[in-house]
């Protein structure tokens, strides 16, 4: 049974591949790949390649075997993304098409004389329809006014926009869409078109037929038949991956701490894509309400590794280490609140030489403002475990001791904040450095 419908089932096959006419003496078939930014390897991980360049090939061959067509010319056109330059992306596109060549000689047969590479656009008209497209886009308005007045330094004019946050925002969004890579292959009928339909096996190698040099040449002055209009599947937006991620360096200060007029500052800086390294500082070194009462000095440190979880767009977790010089009393307000008159008296680190030294782990959400993503938002909350040995004073200038080197150990929450943030991209300093990243930043 499966002999008897093996042809028809061949013959449907073709019927709808709407992008190849067989009963034409000639059609074209065509497939978009993409390239990671600045790379020429070929990823058949990346955006599904591999799929779709094995069924490009699987629909030539069987065009070939049914219709005994040949191959009379292969085209390549790469349009780009606008961070690169016109020269270096002809030469990257001129190596991508030197590896496609490769990968299609592999299972298909045709001289390297057939191979023409079109000439490298910029697809700002592309670029264009998807910022209209996405209400997200930083300063959206002025970013289409931009691209569509056509004006010569429009790249500069973006990367200047509101401090770069539209130009960072595309280049993670929206270029990676405009760097396709089509191939057209043109084929057309040589001999007289078999009768019936042939048995083909796909997973044999080609083999190339005596006459094919010859055959090439008298076929190539041909006028070659228009490209057909072909609709795909629209590609499927992905994550930003590692070829588009930028370093940041973040300042935050905490707005809990300075509600308590502790001086506080910090810095977070990107490993590498979601981990980094943060290290916030706090002092205070005044008396709240008078020498002998409330007072809250501090110098504390917190360094902590951070792990932010891939597409929750901002939420981490943490792990850090803390170590503070602390010196607290809470004299006449201990009573008022309903504490015991001991915890009136003033505690502070042993000799003040002995920090409480500890660590922990927290849980926290970075947020971006659309705006001026470079501005921002974060909340956090920690907990952890501490060795303390301290001294005790009567809450009184000069006071006496009233017990030495005690000792406990602290569990419990030992950050929380609701922080103002800032970032910073991080760029080489010197000139050599700079002129090599643009070198890099000119592949698409």
């Known amino acids: 049974m499966k002999y008897i419908f093996k042809p028809l089932i061949i013959s449907i096959l073709v019927l ?25 390897a070929f990823d058949r991980e990346f955006r599904d390649n591999g799929d779709r360049i094995d069924n490009f090939i699987a629909r030539i061959r069987l065009i070939q ?4 067509f040949r ?15 016109v020269e270096n992306n002809q030469k990257l596109a001129s190596s991508r098409a030197a590896v496609m060549t490769g990968i299609l000689h592999e299972k ?46 429009r790249k500069e004019q973006l990367r200047n926009l ?59 002055d041909q006028p ?11 590609v499927q937006q992905i994550e930003p991956q590692d070829d588009k991620w930028v370093r940041k360096l973040t300042v935050k200060t905490n707005l809990i701490g300075a509600a308590f007029l502790m001086a506080n500052a910090a810095v977070e800086v990107d490993i590498i894509e979601n981990l980094s390294i943060a290290l916030p500082v706090y002092w205070s070194g005044w008396d709240y309400a008078g020498i002998n009462t409330l007072k809250f000095r501090t110098l504390m440190i917190q360094p902590e590794v951070r792990y932010y ?45 002995s920090p409480a030294i500890g ?54 929450i030992d950050n929380a904040s609701i922080s103002f943030t800032y970032k910073f991209d991080l760029k080489k300093a010197n000139s050599a450095k700079k002129s090599d990243r643009k070198a890099k930043e000119g592949q698409r």
């Not at 490209?227 to 795909?232: A, D, S």
């Not at 952890?384 to 005690?406: L, M, Q």
Request: aromatic share 12%; hydrophobic share 35%.
């Open 108 to 153: 298909l047969v045709f001289a390297d004389s057939l191979v023409h590479l079109n000439a490298i656009t910029e697809d700002w008209d592309g670029l264009a329809r998807q910022v209209k497209a996405d209400q997200n886009v930083p300063d959206r308005k002025e970013v289409l006014k931009i691209i569509e007045g056509k004006s010569p330094d």
């Open 71 to 85: 191959i009379h010319r292969v085209e390549y056109t790469a349009s780009a993304s606008p961070e690169g330059t």
């Open 65 to 68: 075997d049914l219709s005994n």
């Open 309 to 353: 979880i891939p597409k929750t767009n901002g939420l981490y977790v943490g792990a850090h280490f803390g170590i503070g010089y602390w010196n607290f009393a809470l004299g006449d307000y201990a009573g008022k609140i309903g504490l015991d008159h001991m915890d009136g008296w003033r505690y502070q680190d042993h000799k003040g030489e």
């Open 16 to 40: 709808m591949m709407g992008a190849v006419s067989v009963s034409a003496q000639q059609s074209c078939d065509s497939v978009a790949v993409y390239f990671r930014q600045g790379k020429s």
């Open 224 to 234: 070659v038949v228009e490209q057909p209009q072909i609709v795909e599947e629209p």
């Open 162 to 220: 509101n401090g770069g946050a539209a130009w960072d925002y595309l280049l993670r969004t929206h270029f990676p869409d405009l760097r396709s890579f089509r191939i057209f292959i043109y084929t057309g009928i040589e001999e007289q078109e078999l009768e019936g339909v042939v048995d083909i096996d796909l997973s044999t190698e080609p083999v190339a037929p005596a006459t094919l040099e010859k055959e090439v040449v008298e076929v190539i």
């Open 359 to 412: 660590g922990g782990i927290s849980v926290g959400y970075a947020l971006q403002f659309k705006k001026n993503p470079r501005w921002g938002m974060e909340f956090a909350v920690g907990a952890g475990a501490y060795d303390a040995k301290y001294d005790v004073f009567y809450n009184e200038a000069n006071g006496p001791y009233h017990e030495r080197g005690a000792r406990t150990t602290y569990i419990g």
